[in-house]
């Protein structure tokens, strides 16, 4: 095992915050469950010269394997040394919704380079205790710590909330103070899968849903009680229509799928918002390419190759964010 991420290769998120705040774009950060998904990953990062952080969550760990996950992450990191000839690429390997400290401690340990601590379900004061103890164990490596304040509607990992709690930023400064976490993760109207808005709270332009536009005005609240400090959105997901028809005309059934328009993110990823979770999306890529496969080439029974047509659709989809949404192409 390593002994810390240094070893692996990786880095934290403080100094790509920084840089990122600085030139007004944000780093994409993206859920990861299997080789083709970290593979298609690291290939848009390179492609589009762009740091990126590599999330698991605790269902993912569970699924991946703890004993098999750092060599990945070290697979990925040389990989991505190769593929961009000698020079490193910034990649981050971080716990997305850790909800207890011992998961969190347990991954500082195995060499990740940063760790959430989602606390939103509980009480004001549970969530400044825990997120403090988190913080408090990963500093001591040098590990980045996320928290979270506000409630985001949908399933997150191993938590499912009915309704969305924005944040209120009028507790934003002394929970950071209180905690000493490094970035926090808000609620301004994103949330978790591919149904974030229903379609009766939408308005109708040529039978597309328009969702309500997001709370930027909570976030420009938070922006001026503290400028420069790192801004994270979960749930981001632009669920593009084109890949639930796909899976829809292919057998499949997601009824009322709604995202996050594409340029409420471009607009949010030029504010205090640093990093931009996404999952959804990769899992839509994935289901949409063999669902066609499936049903259009019934004789097709080799896993690399369907599997690998969704890696290229789920890098395709990786690095269009990177270049025309969150800005973060050609910043390495
Ligand atoms: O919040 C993150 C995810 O979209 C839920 O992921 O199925 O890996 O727990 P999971
Ligand atoms: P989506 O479900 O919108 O992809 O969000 C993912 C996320 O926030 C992971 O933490
Ligand atoms: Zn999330």
């Known amino acids: 095992m390593f002994k810390s991420y240094k070893q692996i290769g990786l880095i934290n998120t403080q100094e790509l915050f920084q840089k990122a705040f600085a030139g007004q774009y944000a780093i994409p950060a993206y859920n990861f469950n299997n080789l083709e998904q970290m593979q298609a990953i690291v290939e848009a990062a390179v492609e589009a010269q762009s740091p990126v952080i590599l999330m698991v969550t605790e269902s993912a ?3 991946i394997k ?12 040389n990989y991505a ?6 020079k490193p690429i910034p990649l981050v390997l971080h716990l997305d919704h850790g909800h207890g400290f011992e998961i969190c401690k347990e991954c500082v340990d195995i060499g990740f380079s940063s760790v959430m601590i989602d606390g939103s379900m509980l009480s004001y004061g549970e969530n400044i205790k825990l997120t403090k103890k ?5 500093h001591q490596f040098d590990v980045s710590v996320e928290g979270e304040l506000g409630v ?12 969305s709690v924005y944040t209120n930023p009028e507790d934003v400064s002394d929970f950071i103070q209180k905690t000493g976490v490094d970035s926090l993760a808000i609620s301004i109207g994103t949330s978790h899968g591919p149904n974030k808005f229903k379609p009766e709270q939408c308005t109708y332009k040529n039978g597309v849903p328009i969702p309500p536009a997001l709370r930027f005005d909570i976030l420009e609240k938070i922006g001026k009680q503290l400028p420069g400090f790192p801004i994270v959105l979960h749930g981001s997901s632009s669920i593009p229509r084109q890949l639930v028809d796909s899976i829809n005309n292919n057998g499949g059934d997601i009824k009322n799928a709604i995202g996050i328009p594409e340029e409420q993110l471009r607009k949010a990823s030029t504010s205090s918002v640093c990093k931009i979770n996404i999952d959804a999306d990769g ?7 063999i669902r066609k496969i499936f049903n259009n ?3 097709e029974f080799n896993p690399r190759n369907y599997l690998g047509k969704a890696k290229i659709e789920m890098k395709e989809i990786y690095k269009h964010k990177i270049i025309n949404l969150f800005g973060s192409g050609n910043t390495i």
């Open 134 to 138: 988190v913080a408090d164990y990963a």
């Open 297 to 299: 080439e019934p004789t």
């Open 66 to 77: 703890k004993s098999i996950l750092p060599f990945l992450t070290k697979g990925a990191v």
């Open 61 to 63: 760990l569970n699924y």
């Open 283 to 289: 899992r839509l890529a994935t289901t949409a390419t």
């Open 81 to 86: 040394l190769k593929l961009n000839s000698g």
């Open 152 to 163: 985001l509607a949908g399933i997150e990992d191993n938590a499912e909330a009915a309704k």
